[in-house]
C-alpha cells in the first residue's frame, strides 16, 4: 500500500483553510492510508477531518517512520521541503517557492494572481492532476463535544432556535492579519428600524437593507445594534459615524441635505460594569389591574459610572399611568423621567441618571402599568 503523507501548514487559521485540498487527496488516493504531519499547535485539528488514518509530529524521526512514498506540502518554506527530503521520501511534491525547486521531484509554479488561501491549496492539488471538490472545510466533531457546547453556550444567554455567529478578529503576533478595526466596526453595527419607536429592538423588527421613503413631518426611529466581542478588554471602544442624507422629491432646482452624529461605545472596566434588572409585584393579572414594574440598577464594576440612562417600554396590552425615580444609587445626584408616554397610552420611558454611581453601588426607578 502507498502511504500519502501531508504536511500540514503551521498555523491554525492557514490549517482550516486546507482542509478542503485535504478531501481532495483523500479522495484521490482512496486506497491508501493517508498521514498528516503537523505541530503540536495544529495537530488536534486533524483528529476532526474525516479519512486521516494517522497523525504524526512534523519532525524526522516520525515522518521516517511511517515509510511514506509520497509527500504533499502545503507550506511554502525551503524547511518543510529539506524535513521531508531528510525524512527519506521518495516523492516530495509541493510549490516552487522559497529555493526549494531543486529539493522538490514535483514542483508547481505559484499562481500569479491573488485567490483566497483555500483556493490556493486547491490550486496545488489540481496543478498535481488531482480533481478539486466543494470549497468546504468538514469536521466531524464527537456528539458528546456538541452537546457540552450548546450547553455552555446556552448558559450564557445564546437561543438555540437561533443563528449563532462567531466572529474572532484577533490575531497572534501583531496586527498583520488582523482587520482594520472600521470593517469590524461597520460588520458589529447594523441600523434595526424601530416602527413603534419604543427605544427596544422587538419581534418582526428588520435591519435596515436600503433606503427609505419618508413623508413631511414622519418621524423614523432606528436603533443602532452594536455587537460587542466577549473578552473585549476594558476600556476598549468603537466610534462609528451615522450619517443620513435625504433629497427632497420633484423639488426644482433639487433640494438635498444631511446630518450626522458620532456613536461610541466603551467597554466598561471592572469586571462587571452596570447590571440591570427588571421585575414586577404581580405575577399574573387581570384587565383593570395595576401593576408595578421596578428596574434595578448596579455598579458591579471597580469604577463609577456617568452618564447612565435607562430606557424599558410599555409591556403589550398594558396602558402607562406614572413613572418615578425610585431609590438614588449612591454617588449619583439626580435622576429624572425624561421619556414618558401620556396617561393610557403605551410607548417608551427613559430615566436619565445625573452624577456618577460608586462602586458597589445600587438603585431603582419604577413604573406603572394598567392592564387592558
Known amino acids: 500500500m502507498t502511504r500519502v503523507i501531508i504536511v500540514a501548514p503551521n498555523w491554525l487559521g492557514d490549517a482550516v483553510m486546507a482542509l478542503p485540498a485535504v478531501a481532495d487527496l483523500r479522495r484521490h488516493f482512496s486506497t491508501e492510508r493517508l498521514v498528516v504531519a503537523a505541530r503540536a499547535s495544529v495537530s488536534s485539528l486533524f483528529t476532526l477531518v474525516p479519512g486521516i488514518d494517522a497523525i504524526v509530529s512534523a519532525d524526522v524521526p516520525s515522518i521516517r517512520g511511517t515509510g511514506a512514498a509520497v509527500a504533499v506540502l502545503f507550506p511554502n518554506s525551503f524547511a518543510s521541503a529539506w524535513l521531508v527530503k531528510r525524512s527519506r521520501v521518495p516523492e516530495r511534491w509541493g510549490?516552487?517557492?522559497?529555493?526549494?525547486?531543486?529539493?522538490?521531484?514535483?514542483?508547481?509554479?505559484?499562481?500569479?494572481?491573488?485567490?483566497?488561501?483555500?483556493?490556493?491549496?486547491?490550486?496545488?492539488?489540481?496543478?498535481?492532476?488531482?480533481?478539486?471538490?466543494?470549497?468546504?472545510?468538514?469536521?466531524?466533531?464527537?456528539?458528546?463535544?456538541?452537546?457540552?457546547?450548546?450547553?455552555?453556550?446556552?448558559?450564557h444567554g445564546w437561543n438555540p432556535q437561533s443563528a449563532l455567529v462567531v466572529l474572532a478578529p484577533g490575531a497572534a503576533y501583531g496586527k498583520a492579519k488582523q482587520w482594520i478595526p472600521a470593517h469590524v466596526v461597520r460588520l458589529t453595527m447594523d441600523l434595526v428600524r424601530d416602527t413603534n419607536c419604543n427605544g427596544v429592538i422587538d419581534a418582526g423588527e428588520l435591519a435596515l437593507s436600503g433606503p427609505l421613503a419618508v413623508t413631511a413631518g414622519q418621524t423614523v426611529c432606528l436603533v443602532m445594534r452594536h455587537a460587542s466581542p466577549a473578552g473585549a478588554a476594558a476600556g476598549a471602544s468603537a466610534q462609528a459615524t451615522l450619517s443620513a442624507s435625504f433629497s427632497y422629491t420633484n423639488a426644482a432646482p433639487a433640494l438635498s441635505g444631511s446630518v450626522s452624529l458620532v456613536d461610541l461605545t466603551t467597554v466598561l472596566g471592572g469586571g462587571g460594569g452596570l447590571s440591570l434588572a427588571k421585575a414586577v409585584d404581580f405575577a399574573t393579572a387581570r384587565p383593570g389591574d395595576i401593576l408595578t414594574y421596578t428596574v434595578s440598577y448596579a455598579n458591579l464594576g471597580t469604577t463609577p459610572l456617568s452618564s447612565i440612562v435607562i430606557q424599558d417600554a410599555t409591556p403589550p396590552y398594558t396602558v402607562f399611568i406614572s413613572g418615578s425615580c425610585g431609590t438614588l444609587g449612591s454617588g449619583l445626584t439626580g435622576c429624572a423621567v425624561?421619556?414618558?408616554?401620556?396617561?393610557?397610552?403605551?410607548?417608551?420611558?427613559?430615566?436619565?441618571?445625573?452624577?456618577?454611581?460608586?462602586?458597589?453601588?445600587?438603585?431603582?426607578?419604577?413604573?406603572?402599568?394598567?392592564?387592558?
Request: hydrophobic share 40%; charged share 15%; no cysteine.
Open 95 to 155: 510549490y516552487s517557492a522559497d529555493l526549494r525547486r531543486l529539493i522538490l521531484t514535483r514542483a508547481v509554479r505559484r499562481p500569479g494572481t491573488p485567490m483566497h488561501q483555500s483556493e490556493y491549496y486547491q490550486h496545488l492539488v489540481r496543478a498535481l492532476g488531482i480533481e478539486n471538490g466543494p470549497r468546504e472545510a468538514a469536521l466531524a466533531i464527537p456528539p458528546g463535544a456538541l452537546h457540552d457546547a450548546r450547553t455552555l453556550l446556552t448558559e
Open 338 to 372: 425624561t421619556t414618558q408616554p401620556g396617561v393610557s397610552a403605551a410607548g417608551a420611558v427613559k430615566w436619565t441618571l445625573s452624577g456618577t454611581l460608586a462602586p458597589g453601588a445600587s438603585g431603582t426607578v419604577t413604573y406603572q402599568v394598567r392592564v387592558q
